[in-house]
Every structure is written in C-alpha cells, then in structure tokens.
C-alpha cells in the first residue's frame, strides 16, 4: 500500500467522523457485552475502537484496554470519553493503520467490531495478526455487518463477509482453538432518525486453548 492510499484512507475516516460531532451510538456493541460480560477482566485490545463506546464499557467491566484507530478524530472523542469517566488508568488509545502495523504483546481478548470500510483494510493480514495476539485460554471476537442496515442508502452493490468467509480467512488450527460462535445473529436496532429494523450480524467466537 502506498504513501497516498494510506493517507486517502486516513482521510476517508476523518472525515466520515467530521461529519458529526458523534457519529456512533456511544453504547457497547451488545454482542462484545454478552461476550466479555462471561469472562474474567484481563487485556483487551479494541481493534477499530471509534469513539471509544467498547473501550469505556471494558475498562467500567474491570478490563485494562487497548483501542485502536485510524481516525484521530475518533480517537480524541475517545479519550475524552474514558477521561469524564476516570478510566484512563484502564484505558490506551493509538492511533494506527491497521492494515500495515498491529499493537505489540498478547491480550486475553481482542476485539474486532464492525471493522469494516468502504475503502481499503487488509482484513486478511489484520484477522491473522489478531489471532497471533491472544494470550493462551483468550478469546477472539469479530462482529461483522452481514447485511446493510435499511437506513444504509447504499449507492452501489456492496459485497458483505459472510461468517463462513472469514472463518476461512483466519484458517485457525482446531487443536489450538475451540469455535465458541460462528453463525450470522439478529439484533433489534434503531436507526439514525429513530427507525426500528431487525438487523443481522455475523458473529464469530474463538477461544485459543490454554495449552494451544
Ligand atoms: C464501522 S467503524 C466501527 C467502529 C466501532 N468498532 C463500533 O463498533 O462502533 C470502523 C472503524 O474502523 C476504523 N478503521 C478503518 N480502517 C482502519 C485501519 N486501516 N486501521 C485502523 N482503524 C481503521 C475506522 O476509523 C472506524 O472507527
């Protein structure tokens, strides 16, 4: 990837958060709290963190977490956020090109929501390199959009992962790892101006076995 792409993709999501002073919900993804919610606080590592909703419901749930971004923008709504709550000791923030350098050392959960673009994100190599990241008897989450939400008004055909996809992106070892969840989920949403629709998620679980 060059210099220039980097920086259009960079561009492309500050000025997605530009738009609006907030732009996400501020709520924890649901799916992430069912998840985290029955396992022991340790390191979390929030890949595409946006403004920090996740990061803020982890580090109030116990987690010490690390979120990650492209977006400076989103990064600083963040950081403000976890700073009004008195989380910062729990809570780093760094902003990255994921699709060419990962954060160092292990986490006991690494967290990809809705880590999905319009324009160019090495999937692929971020998916390995978050599976390399978690610490024996940790958990790997990755929430997907399996179909564009109603409100969408997609312009054009829009390709969506599709749970058995990624499965086969990340190729893990069954020895090493335990499939939790991998199946496309329904969730209640409301949109942007108040409308109500059922959405579908894809949801994929895996733990890497301690001795894995
Ligand atoms: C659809 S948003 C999801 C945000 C958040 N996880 C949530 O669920 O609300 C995707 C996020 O990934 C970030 N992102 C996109 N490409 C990235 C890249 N190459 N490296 C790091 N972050 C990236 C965007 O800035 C954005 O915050």
């Known amino acids: 990837m060059s210099t220039y792409d980097e920086q259009d993709v960079k561009a492309h999501w500050e000025a997605r958060y530009g738009e609006r002073e907030r732009v996400f919900s501020g709520r924890v993804n649901p799916w992430l709290a069912e998840v985290a919610g029955s396992l022991s606080p340790g390191r979390a590592l929030d890949l595409g963190c946006g403004e920090g909703a996740d990061a803020v419901w982890l580090a109030e749930n116990g987690w010490h977490v690390v979120g990650v971004d492209i977006s ?82 997609l312009t054009h055909d829009h390709e969506f992962p599709t749970v058995e996809g990624v499965l086969a992106q990340i190729d893990l070892d069954p020895v090493q790892w335990e499939t939790l969840r991998a199946a496309p989920v329904e969730r209640n949403a409301v949109g942007p101006d108040g409308q109500q629709a059922v959405l579908i998620d894809n949801l994929i679980v895996l733990r890497r076995r301690a001795d894995g």
Do not use: Y
């Not at 709550?85 to 729990?90: E, F, G, K, P, Q």
């Not at 990255?96 to 692929?124: H, I, Y």
């Not at 390199?129 to 024996?136: C, E, K, N």
């Open 72 to 153: 400076e923008t989103a990064l600083q709504r963040a950081a403000e956020e976890v700073a009004e709550r008195d989380l910062c000791d729990r809570t780093d923030f760094v902003q990255m090109n994921l699709s060419k350098d990962f954060p160092e050392g292990t986490f006991d959960l690494v967290s990809a929501q809705f880590l999905q673009s319009m324009v160019q994100l090495d999937r692929e190599r971020i998916f390995a390199a978050s599976a390399r990241a978690v610490a024996p008897g940790g958990v790997l989450i990755i929430v997907d959009h399996g179909a564009a939400p109603p409100w969408a008004n």
